[in-house]
């Protein structure tokens, strides 16, 4: 039972990667050559092992094909959890009976292998390299080839992660044509009533002066918060391109406060020193926006919020952090808040599409985002970004 779930998984996991039903890859082909240049050998194959099959999915020095499992030399030493250098597979009693040794299929003789396992920690294959003479390796070489074999599961996580942008991308855009049309109009429709109310008040009246300052403030807002849809709904549609210049982070988040006046009006907020960095400034506007609006909406019953804004400069990059008070969110939950419509808290307004796109922002600016642990409890949401 327990091995038919193995498979179970394993199956899985190698469907996600398509390896099997697209034509052979010419960078895992590539990584078959190196493999062999390392050893010093004239073959080597990546095989991903089913639950009935070995596919040879990528080889040097001879033709793929797909044989028995049982047949898979591999399939031996598949949960090994280590290298496995065979100098001579005719004299070892697990291989010696193996057709791919006794020229039923091929005549291998010295052989060694390593396990491609996923983040996930599941075996899908091996990277094999092969001689029909006895040989062996040096310790400098049997590194060398465990290095490339996570190199071959990079390969194939970052295509499957490519896939899965370029699909959220396709998802995205296509609900942001559905929304638009909702977005816009009321927002048009506040703008102008703001408008005209605007235009009934007179600024030299210094009954009307509180009005007047309200009012053009939320014009402001309003407008800010237009041109904010219109760009994502641009950047969701075009799939990614950015408007790349400085941004000043302090004078975005000195924006975003005064945009979150009424939310922030009982709010504690400290602010330390953000810097200019390289990026859109209308989508990095839109992740401080939501990070600093999401720390004033989780608070502890009976306790204001209190939020801190601060940056760091760590190897090559600027990490800024948004940290509240409030009552945290478990670690296992961390990672499904950034999925779309994902919530937390029901009782809590929202869309469960702030955090979400905030990732994309940050993704697409070929930086990082997360959720950790606030120094005086809650949560801290961080992001990164590169020079």
Same mark, same amino acid.
């Given at each position: @039972?327990?091995?038919?779930?193995?498979?179970?998984?394993?199956?899985?996991?190698? !469907?996600?990667?398509?390896?099997?039903?697209?034509?052979?890859?010419?960078?895992?082909?590539?990584?078959?050559?190196?493999?062999?240049?390392?050893?010093?050998?004239?073959?080597?194959?990546? +095989?991903?092992?089913?639950?009935?099959?070995?596919?040879?999915?990528?080889?040097?020095?001879?033709?793929?094909?797909?044989?028995?499992?049982?047949?898979?030399?591999? +399939?031996?030493?598949?949960?090994?959890?280590?290298?496995?250098?065979?100098?001579?597979?005719?004299?070892?009693?697990?291989?010696?009976?193996?057709?791919?040794? /006794?020229?039923?299929?091929?005549?291998?003789?010295?052989?060694?292998?390593?396990?491609?396992?996923?983040?996930?920690?599941?075996?899908?294959?091996?990277?094999?390299?092969?001689?029909?003479?006895?040989?062996?390796?040096?310790?400098?070489?049997?590194?060398?080839?465990?290095?490339?074999?996570?190199?071959?599961?990079?390969?194939?996580?970052?295509?499957?992660?490519?896939?899965?942008?370029?699909?959220?991308?396709?998802?995205?855009?296509?609900?942001?044509?559905?929304?638009?049309?909702?977005?816009?109009?009321?927002?048009?429709?506040?703008?102008?009533?703001?408008? @005209?109310?605007?235009?009934?008040?007179?600024?030299?009246?210094?009954?009307?002066?509180?009005?007047?300052?309200?009012?053009?403030?939320?014009? =402001?807002?309003?407008?800010?918060?237009?041109?904010?849809?219109?760009?994502?709904?641009?950047?969701?549609?075009?799939?990614?391109?950015?408007?790349? =210049?400085?941004?000043?982070?302090?004078?975005?988040?000195?924006?975003?406060?005064?945009?979150?006046?009424?939310?922030?009006?009982?709010?504690?907020?400290?602010?330390?020193?953000?810097?200019?960095? /390289?990026?859109?400034?209308?989508?990095?506007?839109?992740?401080?926006? +939501?990070?600093?609006?999401?720390?004033?909406?989780?608070?502890?019953? !009976?306790?204001?919020?209190?939020?801190?804004?601060?940056?760091?400069?760590?190897?090559?990059?600027?990490?800024?952090?948004?940290?509240?008070?409030?009552?945290?969110?478990?670690?296992?939950?961390?990672?499904?808040?950034?999925?779309?419509?994902?919530?937390?808290?029901?009782?809590?307004?929202?869309?469960?599409?702030?955090?979400?796109?905030?990732?994309?922002?940050?993704?697409?600016?070929?930086?990082?985002? !997360?959720?950790?642990?606030?120094?005086?409890?809650?949560?801290?949401?961080?992001?990164?970004?590169?020079?």
């Amino acid at each position: @039972m327990e091995n038919a779930v193995q498979d179970a998984r394993r199956v899985a996991e190698i !469907g996600k990667y398509r390896v099997l039903v697209d034509p052979p890859r010419k960078d895992l082909i590539a990584l078959t050559e190196i493999a062999a240049q390392i050893a010093r050998v004239p073959m080597a194959t990546i +095989n991903l092992i089913t639950d009935d099959a070995q596919h040879q999915v990528a080889t040097h020095g001879f033709d793929g094909a797909i044989c028995r499992r049982e047949d898979s030399m591999c +399939n031996v030493v598949l949960d090994a959890g280590a290298p496995v250098v065979v100098p001579d597979a005719s004299q070892d009693p697990r291989w010696r009976d193996n057709p791919f040794v /006794t020229g039923e299929i091929g005549s291998v003789r010295f052989y060694a292998t390593h396990q491609l396992t996923t983040p996930e920690g599941v075996v899908i294959g091996t990277l094999c390299v092969f001689d029909e003479q006895p040989r062996s390796l040096s310790d400098e070489q049997e590194h060398a080839l465990v290095g490339l074999a996570d190199r071959v599961v990079d390969l194939l996580e970052l295509e499957l992660r490519t896939r899965e942008l370029e699909r959220s991308n396709e998802q995205l855009a296509a609900f942001a044509g559905q929304v638009s049309h909702d977005l816009r109009n009321p927002l048009t429709a506040v703008t102008l009533s703001l408008t @005209m109310l605007g235009d009934d008040i007179d600024p030299d009246d210094p009954e009307d002066a509180d009005k007047s300052f309200l009012v053009h403030r939320a014009i =402001g807002g309003a407008r800010r918060m237009q041109t904010l849809i219109d760009d994502l709904l641009k950047f969701a549609r075009v799939g990614g391109e950015l408007q790349r =210049g400085a941004v000043d982070l302090g004078g975005v988040l000195d924006d975003v406060v005064e945009d979150l006046a009424v939310p922030l009006a009982k709010a504690t907020v400290i602010t330390g020193d953000l810097p200019t960095v /390289t990026g859109d400034a209308v989508q990095l506007r839109a992740v401080l926006q +939501n990070l600093v609006a999401n720390a004033a909406k989780f608070v502890r019953p !009976g306790e204001p919020p209190h939020i801190e804004v601060d940056a760091v400069r760590l190897d090559g990059r600027w990490r800024v952090e948004v940290a509240d008070r409030g009552p945290g969110i478990p670690e296992e939950e961390r990672e499904r808040v950034f999925q779309p419509l994902a919530r937390i808290d029901e009782e809590v307004d929202g869309s469960g599409i702030g955090l979400s796109t905030c990732r994309r922002i940050i993704d697409a600016h070929g930086g990082r985002i !997360g959720l950790v642990d606030a120094a005086y409890g809650g949560t801290c949401a961080w992001f990164e970004l590169p020079d």
